[in-house]
């Protein structure tokens, strides 16, 4: 009967390849998981600066052209829930950024149009501040 030791050695290519085929399925699994996560963030990102530059025209043609039409707050407001919605997947400041401006987006959208910029100031600031987490969170996926 053949020692353990007899046993290793006679199938040790056999062992080599098992050990070598366990370890590239464990990091093809983790690498695969990785890229997909990267792509639902990537997708996402670029969803949210779409619908954010939508949410700006929005914004500058109530307040500016006074437009009630295009500048709806009714459709600022789709484009709110939507950045919302997106930014759901969104790990870091994405999050906390798109509630402030949905926030900022309730308690300022009435002043669009009205003589004064404080409205506008305050809601763009926060399409500023959402654009560059956004871009933040592109910038550092691997």
Same mark, same amino acid.
């Given at each position: 009967? $053949?020692?353990v030791r007899d046993q290793l050695r006679n199938n040790a290519v056999a062992l080599t390849s098992l050990l070598?085929?366990? $370890?590239?399925?464990? !990091? /093809?699994t983790w690498r695969n998981e990785r890229t997909e996560h990267n792509r639902n963030i990537? %997708?996402?990102t670029f969803e949210i600066l779409a =619908?954010? %530059? #939508?949410?700006e025209r929005v914004v500058f043609l109530a307040h !500016? +052209?006074? +437009? =009630?039409?295009?500048g709806n707050p009714r459709t600022g407001w789709t484009y709110i829930i939507v950045i919302n919605d997106l930014a759901e997947?969104?790990?870091g400041a994405v999050r906390p950024r798109a509630v402030a401006l949905? #926030?900022?987006?309730? %308690? /300022?959208w009435e002043n669009l149009g009205k +003589?004064? +910029?404080e409205g506008l100031d305050t809601i763009d600031r926060g399409i500023t501040e959402l654009r560059e987490a956004t871009l933040d969170t592109l910038r550092s996926l691997r």
């Amino acid at each position: 009967m $053949a020692s353990v030791r007899d046993q290793l050695r006679n199938n040790a290519v056999a062992l080599t390849s098992l050990l070598v085929a366990l $370890a590239s399925l464990t !990091y /093809n699994t983790w690498r695969n998981e990785r890229t997909e996560h990267n792509r639902n963030i990537r %997708a996402a990102t670029f969803e949210i600066l779409a =619908k954010l %530059a #939508d949410f700006e025209r929005v914004v500058f043609l109530a307040h !500016y +052209d006074r +437009d =009630k039409t295009n500048g709806n707050p009714r459709t600022g407001w789709t484009y709110i829930i939507v950045i919302n919605d997106l930014a759901e997947v969104v790990p870091g400041a994405v999050r906390p950024r798109a509630v402030a401006l949905r #926030d900022t987006w309730r %308690a /300022n959208w009435e002043n669009l149009g009205k +003589d004064g +910029d404080e409205g506008l100031d305050t809601i763009d600031r926060g399409i500023t501040e959402l654009r560059e987490a956004t871009l933040d969170t592109l910038r550092s996926l691997r």
